[in-house]
C-alpha cells in the first residue's frame, strides 16, 4: 500500500459513492480522450475507464505512475500513464491525433491548485471541460463575484477564461488522509467567445495582478506604476474604487486601455 507522500500534496479520495458521482457528472462517451492529472492510486480512472474513456494519466509519484503502468487498460491501449509534473508540458502535447479537444480532470494538490489552473486553462482551444477537485475555499474564490470579501486575481482571470460552477463539497472523511479542509468539486468550461470584447491577454494579467497586489489602495494608486487617474477614468473605471468592486467588464477597459498605451505610434 503506497504511503501518501506530504511533499506532493496527496490525499487519496477513498469513498467509493464519491468517486461514482464523479465518474458520473464527467460522464465520458465511449473513446473520449481523458487528461487526467495526478491519478494517485487510480480511484477516479477505473471508473472513468469502466465508462468508455481514453484516458491519459499524468503522475508525478513514480510509485504510483509504475503501479498504474501494471494495469490491464495499459496493454490494450485505453490507458496511458506518463511520470512527469503537470505543470511541465503544455495540455496541448496530451491531445490524441485526430481527437478532438480533451476533457480534463483531476484531484489537485492545494500546495499547486492556482498555478495549475493557470497552466491547464492557458490553452483553451486544447480543452473542452475540466472537472477538478480543490479546497473549497479556492473554488469560492474562483466564482466570486465583485464585492466579495474573497473576489480577487483568480476570480477574474478564471473568468475571463472559462464558465466555473461549482457542483458539490467533499468532506475531509472521504480522503486518506483526511486533510483539514472541506474540498469541492467544480467545473470549468472555456468559453466559446471571450465574455467581454477582445484584448491583449497580457495586459489584463498585469492589470489584475498590480490592481489586486495592492487591494487596499485605491486603483488611483495600485495602478500608478501602469495607469495615470485620467487613464483611467478613459476607461470607465472609478481611480478612487479599489479592486474589489470592479467587475470583469470594468478591468477588461483597463487593459484596453493599457494595450493601447504600449503600442507604439506608426511611423
Known amino acids: 500500500m503506497h504511503r501518501p507522500r506530504r511533499r506532493f500534496g496527496q490525499n487519496f479520495l477513498t469513498d467509493a459513492g464519491i468517486l461514482e458521482r464523479m465518474a458520473d457528472t464527467i460522464s465520458p462517451a465511449p473513446g473520449e480522450a481523458v487528461l487526467e492529472i495526478g491519478p494517485g492510486r487510480g480511484a477516479?480512472?477505473?471508473?472513468?475507464?469502466?465508462?468508455?474513456?481514453?484516458?491519459?494519466?499524468?503522475?508525478?509519484?513514480?510509485?504510483?505512475?509504475?503501479?498504474?503502468?501494471?494495469?490491464?487498460?495499459?496493454?490494450?491501449?485505453?490507458?496511458?500513464?506518463?511520470?512527469?509534473?503537470?505543470?511541465?508540458?503544455?495540455?496541448?502535447?496530451?491531445?490524441?491525433?485526430?481527437?478532438?479537444?480533451?476533457?480534463?480532470?483531476?484531484?489537485?494538490?492545494?500546495?499547486?491548485?492556482?498555478?495549475?489552473?493557470?497552466h491547464l486553462t492557458d490553452d483553451r482551444d486544447s480543452v473542452s471541460d475540466l472537472h477538478l477537485l480543490l479546497q473549497r475555499e479556492v473554488v469560492e474564490r474562483m466564482a466570486a463575484e465583485p464585492g466579495s470579501r474573497v473576489y480577487g486575481r483568480l476570480s477574474v482571470m478564471l473568468q475571463y477564461r472559462c464558465q466555473v460552477d461549482s457542483l458539490f463539497d467533499l468532506p475531509p472523511t472521504c480522503f486518506t488522509p483526511a486533510p483539514r479542509v472541506t474540498s469541492a468539486f467544480v467545473r470549468l468550461r472555456p468559453h466559446p467567445t471571450p465574455p467581454i470584447p477582445p484584448l491583449n491577454e497580457r495586459c489584463l494579467a498585469d492589470i489584475v495582478a498590480q490592481a489586486f497586489?495592492?487591494?487596499?489602495?485605491?486603483?488611483?494608486?495600485?495602478?500608478?506604476?501602469?495607469?495615470?487617474?485620467?487613464?483611467?477614468?478613459?476607461?470607465?473605471?472609478?481611480?478612487?474604487?479599489?479592486?474589489?468592486?470592479?467587475?470583469?467588464?470594468?478591468?477588461g477597459r483597463l487593459a484596453r486601455v493599457l494595450g493601447q498605451s504600449q503600442t507604439p505610434p506608426e511611423a
Open 44 to 118: 477516479l480512472t477505473a471508473p472513468l475507464l469502466d465508462r468508455g474513456a481514453q484516458v491519459t494519466a499524468i503522475e508525478i509519484d513514480r510509485d504510483l505512475a509504475a503501479t498504474l503502468q501494471q494495469w490491464p487498460a495499459t496493454q490494450d491501449g485505453r490507458l496511458t500513464v506518463i511520470e512527469d509534473d503537470a505543470l511541465a508540458q503544455p495540455v496541448a502535447n496530451f491531445r490524441l491525433a485526430g481527437a478532438g479537444p480533451l476533457r480534463i480532470v483531476g484531484n489537485l494538490p492545494y500546495n499547486l491548485s492556482t498555478p495549475l489552473l493557470f
Open 213 to 251: 497586489g495592492q487591494r487596499r489602495k485605491t486603483l488611483r494608486n495600485a495602478l500608478a506604476s501602469l495607469l495615470d487617474a485620467a487613464a483611467i477614468e478613459a476607461a470607465g473605471v472609478n481611480p478612487g474604487d479599489r479592486a474589489e468592486r470592479i467587475d470583469l467588464a470594468g478591468f
